[in-house]
């Protein structure tokens, strides 16, 4: 009968929705950057796991929670890895995409509603931990510590060694054959692939037009 506690429940299945979402996004786009950013959220889970086996503090309540995968609960993996996430697309929407076209002001405004929902996501995530007794709100405070640094390491790492090497592995036979390919030159993705899928439809419908006169 507790309503709060089954929408957080639902909520917390967060990660979950993420992952898959990226896997969809990454089998139809093949995106170098999409990849890399799927694997910085799997060596954020590892870093995780690791620093619970090493400090080894327990979950507040071990007996009201038989299916959880482990006992440890120092830092919180759900908060550490929506702060990684959150923290990592909030620097991609302001330091890797940048508007090339006129509407400088809804491009600002989408980019603000979308940090602030991201935002709100995680310390929605964060607190359920802590309502459904999986974690103490210092093993929450210190998972979004840990996420947020994560991001902001994976985030540089990604910028500075591996989109330099972007066209290069783009180019590779295997990239080739997956159809795996790099839009680091490109400012915005969304705007760029916006306007060459209008372009070539109205290119094909004046063909089209053509054909049937």
């Known amino acids: 009968g507790d309503f709060s506690g089954q929408l957080l429940a639902y909520l917390s299945l967060g990660p979950l929705f993420i992952i898959v979402g990226f896997v969809t996004l990454i089998i139809f786009k093949r995106e170098l950057h999409t990849i890399s950013f799927l694997g910085g959220l799997a060596f954020n889970e590892g870093v995780n796991w690791l620093i619970k086996n090493v400090i080894r503090e327990p979950r507040p309540c071990e007996e009201a929670h038989s299916t959880v995968t482990t006992k440890y609960g120092m830092p919180s993996s759900h908060s550490q890895f ?47 931990r ?77 063909k089209l037009g053509t054909k049937l006169q």
């Open 82 to 128: 929506m702060w990684f996430f959150s923290v990592y697309s909030f620097l991609f929407l302001y330091l890797r995409m940048h508007q090339t076209n006129n509407a400088r002001f809804l491009d600002l405004l989408w980019r603000h509603v979308l940090s602030i929902c991201l935002v709100t996501v995680a310390l929605l995530v964060s607190y359920s």
């Open 130 to 206: 802590v309502y459904l007794l999986y974690h103490t709100w210092s093993q929450v405070l210190y998972g979004g510590v840990a996420g947020s640094i994560m991001a902001i390491a994976w985030f540089a790492f990604t910028q500075e060694i591996l989109t330099p090497l972007f066209p290069r592995i783009a180019a590779w036979p295997i990239s080739e054959f997956f159809l795996i390919r790099d839009t680091s030159l490109i400012p915005n993705i969304l705007w760029f692939e916006y306007t060459v899928t209008r372009a070539e439809a109205r290119n094909r419908q004046r």
